[in-house]
């Protein structure tokens, strides 16, 4: 309940605040005209397959906006509480630090899963001109969610280790950057190298989804990618108490 | 004392540290071992097909696959071999960047970005590394060894792979990808060659003359196997030849008006009753789900039982069709109608049969035959339509004694790039798409926040 109660917080601060709806305008702007481009190029040279022909593209255009914006939504999560001073009175109240790590990163799960469920509308208005088959853009969604949490939970961690909101999110940035570029390069890799790097690649995992398919490991990965990440935010936060950082 | 306890504390988290990552990496080593693909694409154009599947289990040897990718489409090939290891642990891959490594290419003979070389037991092919059916007929070369010879009758206005909508190009390359070797052979010139695995007759125009229907009766009878596909035209010595072996082909013009298929011309014929349990239309492992389409067909039933011949008929079309008996009738769209001694009801259009005996001490295979009465089912505007792919494979398959190679294929999703794809948009439903996800929703969310600062600021 108290973990409910932290996530109800956090809800309220979000919706409350513009800089949500400012976020949420910038990414569904972004989305909508990707998706009206995409749309152009299936209805133009997109072949026969809807999943092959638009909404791949879509889903990693989505992915890519939200690598850009996720941190936006997690760098103030212990950074800014912790330079207001209220995490030390959130720490007055018998709660703890599992539960706080619960709370928040639910509530930003929840905000930016109804960002993204906004997108919904482009399958709608496909539907309308032309049969969706509604597998693969269940298959894309479940992938799409799975990484945002991903994003989150590293997002929390890094926001934990820091008072800068901004290094926070730089920080985010740059590792989330890594998990994508990580097998960009082939060239500067060699092949056994490359196949070891190739399975930590978060945007490797999220492919398959992109194409339709659900593969259990790449569901494995990101959820234990985010326990990781929300066990660092752990550590990191019980690591102030005997670091005397409290 | 504080050094140590911080020591300690600093040595506890690394330990913590640690331990999370060995467990999580025990359970991802888990997850990845035994991985379960949900494809949820229609037509699970994301899975291997059962045949493939076959087809991999029948590698028994270590096998290495070496493609050679343009940098940039690494993930597309790699994707694919890993379905194919998941199958059958004992295929190996390496993936190489061809620019990076050209010696390399060069020295399995490659020199071609998106090339395959697969080596089996002292054996190579170099093959296409995609898609999965080019893949998988360079597995199936590389474990027969070299490609079999498959025999097309000329001479009597057959269809060739031309490029025509009328022409089997795609069968063909469907073929050769399964590790035939097609060529032309008018039977005028002798004999059908020797070490043959199947002549084709593909929809011959004219009839044969007896000289060469002798020929197909010797080659049948020393084991060949032969496969007619009969468009509807007056072929009274092919008609004579199948009468021989009890099957008889009719001169008459199956229509299904009730069951009209988008795309034709309402003269098709569904077939949707097929016999149970046999290779052609019911492998026993996977089955063709959907019912074939012959644009074109007649009737082609077993009249009776020939000593020395097994015939059956394994597929039926619906009871809602007619075999009317003048084609011409049929052709100009005229009604049928029991005056006109066309004949309702379901109508037989596939015969296969075996010839010789078992066990007649020769050690000659049987010959086998399979007639259809219809070839535009298997011409490059039908072939992807509902099973007629499957039903033309495996009969083909059965037919050269490949039983391996009976079942269903991947589902042959047109992927290539077209000038224009199904969906069609006007410029004011255009318009609309654009207001709706550009400018509409998020002006939605924009007003919104608006509407949240101002109460904020209002309500100080």
Redesign the interface.
């Known amino acids: 309940m108290t973990v409910l109660a932290i996530a109800r917080k956090e809800l309220a601060l979000y919706?409350?605040?513009?800089l949500?709806?400012?976020l949420?305008?910038?990414f569904?702007?972004l989305?909508?005209?990707f998706?009206?481009t995409n749309?152009?190029f299936?209805?133009?040279?997109?072949?026969?397959?809807?999943?092959?022909?638009l909404w791949q593209y879509q889903l990693l255009d989505v992915q890519r906006l939200l690598l850009v914006l996720t941190p936006l939504f997690t760098m103030r999560l212990f950074a800014e509480e912790r330079k207001l001073g209220t995490l030390e009175l959130l720490w007055t109240y018998p709660v703890r630090d599992a539960e706080i790590i619960l709370g928040k990163f639910l509530a930003c799960l929840a905000v930016v899963t109804v960002m993204v469920g906004?997108t919904v509308?482009?399958p709608v208005?496909?539907a309308a001109?032309?049969p969706v088959?509604a597998?693969?853009l269940?298959?894309g969604y479940v992938g799409l969610w799975l990484l945002v949490a991903a994003f989150i939970a590293c997002g929390l961690f890094l926001s934990a280790l820091t008072d800068s909101q901004l290094v926070a999110g730089a920080a985010t940035y740059g590792l989330l950057l890594f998990f994508w570029v990580i097998t960009w390069n082939?060239?500067a890799v060699n092949?056994v190298t490359?196949h070891l790097l190739?399975?930590f690649s978060l945007f490797?995992r999220f492919?398959?989804f992109a194409?339709?398919?659900?593969?259990?490991?790449d569901v494995?990965?990101l959820v234990?990618f985010t326990?990781?990440f929300l066990?660092?935010t752990f550590?990191a936060l019980d690591?102030r108490r005997?670091?005397g950082l409290r | 004392m504080l050094l140590s306890r911080a020591v300690r504390s600093w040595s506890q988290l690394s330990l913590q540290v640690a331990f999370l990552l060995l467990a999580l990496g025990l359970l991802q080593l888990v997850a990845e071992r035994t991985n379960r693909r949900f494809d949820l694409t229609p037509g699970r154009g994301l899975s291997l097909s059962p045949l493939t599947r076959k087809l991999l289990g029948q590698v028994t040897l270590p096998l290495k696959v070496t493609v050679f990718f343009r940098r940039g489409t690494r993930e597309q090939y790699a994707d694919l071999l890993a379905r194919f290891r998941a199958v059958n642990q004992r295929i190996d891959f390496e993936l190489y960047d061809l620019d990076r490594f050209p010696e390399r290419g060069r020295s399995l003979g490659v020199t071609q970005y998106g090339r395959a070389a697969i080596e089996y037991e002292g054996r190579r092919v170099v093959v296409l590394a995609s898609p999965e059916e080019q893949l998988a007929g360079g597995i199936l070369r590389a474990l027969r060894g070299k490609p079999r010879r498959m025999v097309f009758t000329t001479g009597h206005g057959e269809r060739g792979p031309s490029g025509k909508p009328e022409s089997f190009g795609r069968l063909v390359n469907a073929l050769e990808a399964e590790n035939y070797s097609p060529e032309d052979v008018s039977l005028l010139d002798g004999p059908v060659p020797p070490e043959t695995a199947i002549v084709v007759v593909a929809g011959p125009k004219r009839d044969f003359l007896p000289l060469e229907l002798d020929a197909l009766a010797a080659y049948l009878k020393a084991g060949g196997g032969v496969l007619l596909l009969l468009d509807p035209a007056p072929l009274p010595n092919v008609a004579r030849f199948l009468g021989s072996m009890g099957v008889r082909l009719g001169d008459d013009f199956v229509v299904d008006r009730e069951r009209r298929i988008l795309g034709t011309d309402g003269l098709a014929a569904v077939v949707e009753l097929f016999k149970r349990g046999n290779p052609v239309s019911d492998p026993a492992a996977n089955p063709i789900e959907s019912g074939v389409v012959l644009p074109s067909a007649r009737t082609v039933d077993v009249l009776a039982q020939v000593p020395g011949v097994e015939a059956e008929s394994i597929a039926r079309t619906t009871p809602s069709a007619w075999a009317m008996a003048d084609p011409a009738r049929a052709r100009r769209g005229e009604e049928p109608s029991q005056a006109q001694h066309d004949t309702p009801g379901s109508a037989s259009v596939v015969v296969m049969a075996e010839l010789g005996v078992v066990g007649d001490g020769t050690g000659r295979p049987r010959g086998r035959l399979v007639a259809v009465g219809d070839a535009d089912f298997a011409s490059d505007a039908y072939l992807d339509l509902l099973g007629n792919r499957d039903l033309a494979l495996n009969a083909i398959a059965w037919v050269a004694g490949e039983d391996v190679l009976t079942g269903v294929r991947t589902k042959k999703v047109p992927e290539v790039m077209r000038p224009l794809s199904p969906l069609v948009l006007t410029e004011r439903q255009a318009r609309a798409v654009f207001a709706t996800s550009v400018l509409i929703e998020p002006g939605l969310v924009l007003g919104l926040g608006l509407v949240v600062a101002g109460l904020r600021r209002y309500r100080g």
């Open positions: 919706f409350g605040s513009f949500f709806y400012a949420a305008t910038v569904l702007l989305a909508g005209y998706f009206y749309l152009g299936f209805v133009l040279m997109g072949g026969m397959s809807l999943p092959r022909g906004a509308v482009y208005m496909v001109f032309y088959a597998g693969p269940l298959a082939e060239a092949e490359l190739v399975p490797d492919y398959p194409l339709g398919a659900i593969d259990t490991r494995t990965y234990l326990v990781a066990t660092f550590f690591s005997w670091r």
